[in-house]
Each structure stands twice: as C-alpha cells, then as structure tokens.
C-alpha cells in the first residue's frame, strides 16, 4: 500500500515537471505562422523592415509572439495577434499606433521628444520617450505616473 502511495506521488511529481519544463518554451516561426492580426499590423506599420526573427513564446498558459528587425525594432503580440509592445530602436513608434490623446499629450509636455516604445497592457499605456522618460496613462488616456 505504501509502495503504491510512493510510485503515485513519484508519478505526480514527473507529470508536474514535464509541464514545467515544457512551459516556458520558444521556439522560431515565419510571420505567415502568426496570427492573422500580427500579419497584418506588421504589413501596415513595418512594411519596408527586414525580419531577422519571428518566434512563438508558450508559456504554462499563454501564448505570445515576437518580432526582432534587422534594424533592431521589436514587436511583442498575444495569442490574438494583438500587439502588446512595439519598440524602436531605429526612428520612433508609428504615430497611428499611439492613440491621438496620449500622441498630444506627449507632444504638449515634450515637444522635442519622441515616442520609441509602447507597452499595452489591459489597464495601462506605456510610453518611452528618447528622452528617457516613461510615461503611464490608463485606459482613459489619462496621465497616472513619470518615470524618469
């Protein structure tokens, strides 16, 4: 009866480490292999960029997508294919990208600067500046925190 308590938490704990291992995994894809909406936001925002590499991220539960240009600007998307970073190294974010109240907003505090990075997640915009500084708006478009 023992042994068998044993052999079934054994049996348990591999089950258990397998998923782990398995969970945090990437591995590389072409664009054509994304979701339908990252092909298409890449085809309207980064037409003229050279893709160095496009992956796929599983991890326990969720599913993400990654695009690195050979010019060194970086596209994160979810399992929809709705972006959730766009970073750029090369020029700044695609101004139709940024929604208009944070794009005069910004404009209005730092006219000089320029938007390099987003972030979006479900309550919150993220926004880098080239002069470093990280602005958060929420959903309202409402300034909420600098960072600098």
């Given at each position: 009866m023992i042994r068998m308590?044993?052999?079934?938490?054994?049996?348990?704990?591999?089950?258990?480490l397998q998923?782990?291992?398995?969970?945090?995994?990437?591995r590389p894809i072409t664009?054509?292999?994304?979701?339908?909406?990252?092909?298409?936001?890449?085809?309207?925002?980064?037409?003229?960029s050279q893709v160095a590499l496009a992956k796929v991220e599983t991890d326990f539960l969720?599913?993400?997508y990654e695009v690195i240009f050979t010019d060194g600007n970086k596209l994160?998307?979810?399992?929809?294919?709705?972006?959730k970073e766009v970073s750029c190294k090369s020029g700044a974010v695609?101004?139709?990208?940024v929604p208009e109240a944070?794009?005069?907003?910004?404009?209005?505090?730092?006219?000089?600067?320029?938007?390099?990075?987003?972030e979006r997640e479900k309550s919150l915009y993220e926004v880098t500046l080239t002069n470093g500084q990280e602005l958060k708006y929420n959903t309202?478009?409402?300034?909420?925190d600098i960072d600098d």
């Open positions: 308590k044993q052999l079934s938490l054994i049996m348990v704990c591999l089950f258990a998923t782990i291992v398995r969970a945090d995994n990437a664009i054509t292999q994304m979701p339908q909406k990252a092909q298409q936001f890449i085809r309207l925002h980064f037409a003229d969720e599913k993400s994160e998307f979810d399992k929809k294919g709705e972006w695609p101004q139709d990208i944070i794009r005069q907003h910004v404009a209005s505090l730092f006219p000089e600067a320029r938007i390099v990075k987003m309202r478009f409402q300034l909420i």
